[in-house]
C-alpha cells in the first residue's frame, strides 16, 4: 500500500526558507508513470498546486511561487523535497505531497494519492 | 495561466437528492479534468479523472461529464457520507483547482 509521509518543521520564521520532505513507501518513486507534487491549503481554503517532479529531475512550478519555489528528488532515499524561500504569514498553510499518475502516454497526469499534509505556520 | 471556476460555492441539499456542480475552465482543457472530495482535516480523494472515468472504488452514483470548458459532477442520490467539500481541477497545462463547492446538509 502506497504512503506518503511529510516531514519537516511546523514553524517557520518570516523571511526565511520552508523545507519539507516526503518520504515514499510502498511503492517505486522512480517509476515513469508518475509525477510527484507538492500542494498547500491555507487554513479555511482551497487548494493551491505548487511544484511538481519527475524521476528525471524535471521540474515544474506554479507560475505564481516559481521565484521562491525548488523541488528536488532523491530516488535513492525514495524522497522528495520542498524548499520555499522567503516566506511571509500568508504562507501558512497544510502542505501536502502527492503522486500523479500518467493514464497515457498523452503526459497528462492527474493526482491519484495524496500524503495527509502537515501544517506549516509563518510566524516570529 | 488556465483559471477554474465552480458554481455554486456552498450547496445545501438532503439525503436522496441528485446533486449537480459545475466547474468551468477560462480555456478548453479537452477532457483533462478531474473531480476530488475532501472531508475536513483529511487528504483529497479522487473521484473521477479524465472528465468521466470512476476513479476504482468509487461509488456509481457519482459521474461526471463535459469537455473544453464546462464540465459537471453529478451525485445521483445524495448519502450520508457525501456531505464534504468537492473540487475540480484541470491538468491540460499544469494543475489547477477551482475554488472549491462544500455540500452540506440542509
Known amino acids: 500500500q502506497l504512503q506518503l509521509q511529510e516531514s519537516g518543521p511546523g514553524l517557520v520564521k518570516p523571511s526565511e526558507t520552508l523545507s519539507l520532505t516526503c518520504t515514499v513507501s510502498?511503492?517505486?518513486?522512480?517509476?515513469?508513470?508518475?509525477?510527484w507534487a507538492w500542494v498547500r491549503q491555507p487554513p479555511g481554503e482551497g487548494l493551491e498546486w505548487i511544484g511538481s517532479?519527475?524521476?528525471?529531475?524535471?521540474?515544474y512550478y506554479n507560475p505564481s511561487l516559481k521565484s521562491r519555489v525548488t523541488i528536488t528528488v532523491d530516488t535513492s532515499k525514495k524522497q522528495f523535497s520542498l524548499n520555499l524561500s522567503s516566506v511571509t504569514a500568508a504562507d501558512t498553510a497544510v502542505y501536502s505531497c502527492a503522486r500523479q499518475i500518467m493514464g497515457d502516454s498523452s503526459g497528462h497526469a492527474h493526482f491519484d494519492f495524496w500524503g495527509q499534509g502537515t501544517l506549516v505556520t509563518v510566524s516570529s | 495561466d488556465i483559471q477554474m471556476t465552480q458554481s455554486p460555492s456552498t450547496l445545501s441539499a438532503s439525503v436522496g437528492d441528485r446533486v449537480t456542480i459545475t466547474c468551468r475552465a477560462s480555456q478548453s482543457i479537452s477532457s483533462w479534468l478531474a473531480w476530488y472530495q475532501q472531508k475536513p482535516g483529511k487528504a483529497p480523494n479522487l473521484l473521477i479523472y479524465?472528465?468521466?472515468i470512476l476513479e476504482s472504488g468509487v461509488p456509481s452514483r457519482f459521474s461526471g461529464s463535459g469537455s473544453g470548458t464546462e464540465f459537471s459532477l453529478t451525485i445521483s442520490s445524495l448519502q450520508p457520507d457525501d456531505f464534504a467539500t468537492y473540487y475540480c481541477q484541470q491538468y491540460s497545462s499544469y494543475w489547477t483547482f477551482g475554488q472549491g463547492t462544500k455540500v452540506e446538509i440542509k
Open positions: 510502498g511503492g517505486s518513486i522512480s517509476s515513469t508513470s508518475y509525477y
Open positions: 517532479i519527475y524521476s528525471t529531475g524535471s521540474t
Open positions: 479524465k472528465s468521466s
